[in-house]
């Protein structure tokens, strides 16, 4: 980022497309955070009135049971037409019952379920995808793996139906490319993700995430969790993520 910075002309126009014109923008998920039902039930009505209409929620922190009736009273009010939602079990699941949860959860009309047990077991994890009634995206299992041969072979045993890419994680663009080479070669559909960036970080990986023409909503929306961040041209807007290039960077924080 830092090299593309003092090439280009604008030291924050890093990939300069219809994006960083104004004119295009980038589908994105609205996050949900763990909590309590009612604390879930605020966050999802706030999303879905801001424009959203991709939700994701995180699961695993309360008990499972009133997870699934929190999905089935959204599954009441929104059809799947009007809503997609994804969740994402953080490796939450024990291995011995993640397929009986997943069947549980597929009556809900889920896009995927990221990480539904912790990474690194690898065969546990390529029995789920096989026999999942529910898409699995692969997230924390790829972090900490960046030989092009070792991806290769997760990938081969895995066989998963999503991976997640968090560039600032997995080796940056040029890791962030291998992985997105494999999964096609794989078969499987990946999306874009940021890791609680900065917006100075996330206006990187936006940019560059615009110019991949990838239609699936991102998961681009981390920037206006911070109450500091910096002041950028990065707006969110009606579930969509823009570059507003009348706004200028700010970054006095005090």
């Given amino acids: 980022q830092a090299l593309l910075s003092v090439k280009s002309n604008d030291v924050f126009n890093l990939f300069p497309s219809s994006f960083t014109k104004g004119k295009g923008n980038i589908a994105i998920n609205g996050l949900i955070w763990m909590g309590d039902k009612s604390f879930m039930q605020k966050q999802i009505k706030e999303k879905l009135k801001s424009g959203f209409t991709t939700i994701k929620l995180k699961i695993g922190a309360i008990d499972f049971k009133s997870e699934l009736d929190l999905l089935k009273s959204i599954r009441n009010e929104f059809s799947v037409d009007e809503i997609e939602l994804r969740v994402d079990a953080n490796g939450a699941f024990n ?3 993640a397929l009986e949860k997943l069947k ?3 009556d809900f009309g889920l896009h995927s379920i990221e990480q539904p047990i912790k990474a690194n077991q690898w065969q546990s994890m390529a029995t789920l995808c096989k026999e999942t009634p529910l898409p699995i995206a692969l997230d924390e299992e790829l972090i900490g793996i960046f030989e092009r041969s070792e991806k290769e ?3 081969q045993i895995i066989d998963p139906q999503y991976i997640i890419l968090k560039p600032s994680l997995i080796g940056g663009i040029q890791g962030t490319n291998e992985w997105i080479e494999l999964a096609e070669k794989q078969g499987a559909r990946w ?3 940021s890791a609680l960036e900065s917006n100075i970080g ?3 990986i936006a940019q560059w995430t615009y110019t991949l023409n990838n239609k699936m909503p991102q998961g681009l929306g981390t920037g206006s969790l911070f109450t500091n961040n ?3 041209p990065l707006e969110v807007k009606r579930g969509h993520l823009h570059y507003n290039n009348t706004k200028k960077w700010k970054f006095n924080l005090f």
Wanted: hydrophobic fraction near 45%.
């Fill in 95 to 97: 291995p011995k019952y």
């Fill in 153 to 155: 072979k997760m990938m």
């Fill in 202 to 204: 996330l206006n990187a």
């Fill in 104 to 106: 549980q959860l597929s």
């Fill in 191 to 193: 999306w874009i993700t």
């Fill in 230 to 232: 910096f002041e950028s």
